[in-house]
């Protein structure tokens, strides 16, 4: 009963969020653009799915994954469990102490970003577009693996304490040198696949172990410390998302030169 | 009708494929690494049951009402040809989704709290308050104005990269002025405005302008209007943090 009340309250959030886009859909296609939409029926079908989806996937959420995952957050991040692999109690902590912190933000960042819907529509987009070159699978895994080593580094610096803005700016350098040497046809894609990570399942979990690090290690201020993780996870995955766009093209001009070889040879 | 049956059980073995993942995380953390039992399992298992057919219906929903709505209106404005309407429907798409994000106003909050912190404003729940929903205006303008500079480029073809990286040095350089406080709020900014719904309706709506229009590739001129929308609120979060 409890749940059912809880998922009625979700839909009429969700129903709330959505409210806007829809106005303005419907507002300009009205007014605007005055022609009739194709297989409306259909249209309108699918976006109750869309609400409803959300509605229930938001409310699973809340009930199963956010509470134990941010429970986690608080206990890896826990001195006391940390201090466990070390010696004595009064022994300052060295930042590889936090282990297993790492461990658990890259692989919390990998199996949340296979788990976001956006991307998935983005990469189902991107598959349809390219006419099957690009994989859905190898996006979201490229993506995937970009938000896991963006939210450990991230959790790195939150340890150490070095300002945010280093990492950002030399990140940034990064992206924009490797535009220069990636398939043209991959960098809209891949600037875009930073925005699209952080939204739904990852948001919440990946800022609960942010703040819980910032206010658990010694000078650090969760409200300034604990933000950042977030951009660490829009920023790699350009990065891996073009490497990932680099290796297939490398690997398919490989390919090309050795049939080549074995033609010329016949 | 045993099609959409067999359509929608397809896509729930998909969902919970998406989903493995995290629970294997999860299970692994728990029983091995902090070595506790798992708390409500009951609770737990039947939140999953929802988020399986969460994903399910939300992913066949997408195909069915957002992309295709997203691509109609796209040819739609591509066949009028009136910019200022297509312009105007950009800016409220980008504005109107983002405003009423979740996501953005708890961290406009969170920001309202650092800045009382950091003695910008008062510390009073109404400074507060205003402060928090005056951010809140000032990044869903920001992707508003995101969205419109991202279909302008895609009208006249512009290489995404040189805008980028323009906007890269602008937070560079903001970097340097704003409030230390406030930098990590805005960089994050940038990441959280993008919400479920929004991103496959801008990335049909792009994709569908690139397609009806002559001489632009869906690939390359296509996507790249989420990269605006992730970019610009940066600025503008750092911005207001300075001015006010």
Partial sequence: METLSQLFT???STIKDVMPIIVIIFGFQLLVIRRPIPHLKRVLIGFVYVIVGLALFLLGLDKALFPIGELMAQQLTDPDFIRGSVATADETLHWS????????AFAIGASTT??????????IKANEVSGGAIGVWGLRLAVALGVAVGISLGTWRIVTGYPIHWFIISGYIFVVIQTFFAPKLIVPLAYDSGGVTTSTVTVPLVAALGLGLASTVPGRSALIDGFGLIAFASLFPMITVMGYAQITEMVAARDRRKREEMVNKE | MSNVFVALGRSM???????????LVIAFFQLMVLQQPVPDLVGLLTGLLCVVAGLTFFIYGLEMGLFPIGQVLAHAFARKGSLFWLLLFAFSLGFGTTVAEPALIAVAAEAATVAAEGGMIEATDSAKSSYASGLRYTVAFSVGLAIVVGVIRILKGWPIHYMIAVGYVMVIIMTGFAPREIIGIAYDSGGVTTSTITVPLVTALGVGLASSIEGRNPMVDGFGLIAFASLTPMIFVMAYGMVI
């Fill in chain 1, 10 to 12: 979700i839909l009429l």
């Fill in chain 1, 114 to 123: 296979i788990a976001e819907p956006s991307l998935i529509a983005v990469a």
């Fill in chain 1, 97 to 104: 102490d936090y282990y297993w912190v790492y461990i658990f």
């Fill in chain 2, 13 to 23: 073995a998909g969902s919970v494929r998406d989903l493995l993942p995290i629970v």
